[in-house]
């Protein structure tokens, strides 16, 4: 489980938090920088990017910003433990800082696997890197990969993990990803996805977003802090319904789509191959 201590800087203003993460299975701990960058007005909102501001804070960011983050990460581990396959392949799709990959590489035991990480934004990946070699525990090799998810090869898998990633795929170009995936996967292994989703019904949408925002708030952003990254993320990450979800499963392929977590208007989905 992730676990905070608090710790102030205040020499310049910046809250940092030494935090002991999976980042590390000897509780290493990594200094985690308070997000706010959207704190202050700004001119002109551009649009969301995965750049070296966004990774200084990504830890913290994702944590304030994602109900159910830390029992995702830590469920992606039990699943994978339980369907990774002798001599096969794991994949984290879009994997920021690791988390994932940490968590598989924390759980699994069966003998032979290894871990193939992808993400298109070299400052991730530069970081994840680093925590990745903090892990000097755990034995199953990682590979990161710096590539566009939509062109690296998916083979002999037993695990995929989509944590948060295909959302920021353009819509049209998610049959063919989730097709891809699925003639990657060995029968037996699995697709964990989990995605912010919308609602079709109104009432339903304003529910959960407000709860979202009332979550956001509860972790200490601003009113000005929400708003603004919600105008930077409106053009980059493009929620969809669970039916959508379920339904583009079934066409790539999968015979059943299973719903484990719901917080709010974040999910995750596992499907069989
Ligand atoms: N086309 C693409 N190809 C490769 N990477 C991409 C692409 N599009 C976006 N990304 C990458 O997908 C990640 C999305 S974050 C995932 C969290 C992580 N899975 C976690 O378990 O902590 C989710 C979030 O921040 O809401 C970023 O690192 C992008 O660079
Ligand atoms: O912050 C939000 O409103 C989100 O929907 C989640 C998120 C978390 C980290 C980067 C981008 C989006």
Known sequence: MVCFRHRYDDTNRTR??????????KAETVTRKTDALYAAPLQEIIDFQFDERVV??????IQRSVPGYGMIISNIGILAAKYAQAGSHCYDLGCSLGAAS???????????????????SPAMLERARELLALDT???????II??????????NASVVVLNFTLQFIPPPQRLALMQRIYGGLNPGGILILSEKIAFSEPERQNFHVGLH??????????????????SALENVMIPETLAVHHKRLKAAGFSCSELWLQCFNFVSLVAIK
């Open 16 to 25: 940092l938090k030494t935090v002991e993460t999976n980042y590390g299975k």
């Open 146 to 155: 710096c590539s566009d998810i939509q062109d690296v090869t998916i083979e």
């Open 56 to 61: 200084a804070v990504f830890p913290d960011m």
């Open 102 to 120: 940490l968590a598989m590489r924390q759980r699994i035991s069966t003998p032979d696997c290894d871990i193939i990480a992808v993400d298109n």
């Open 213 to 230: 925002h009332d979550f956001k708030r509860a972790n200490g952003y601003s009113d000005l802090e929400i708003s603004q990254k919600r």
């Open 137 to 143: 525990v755990a034995s199953i090799p990682v590979t």
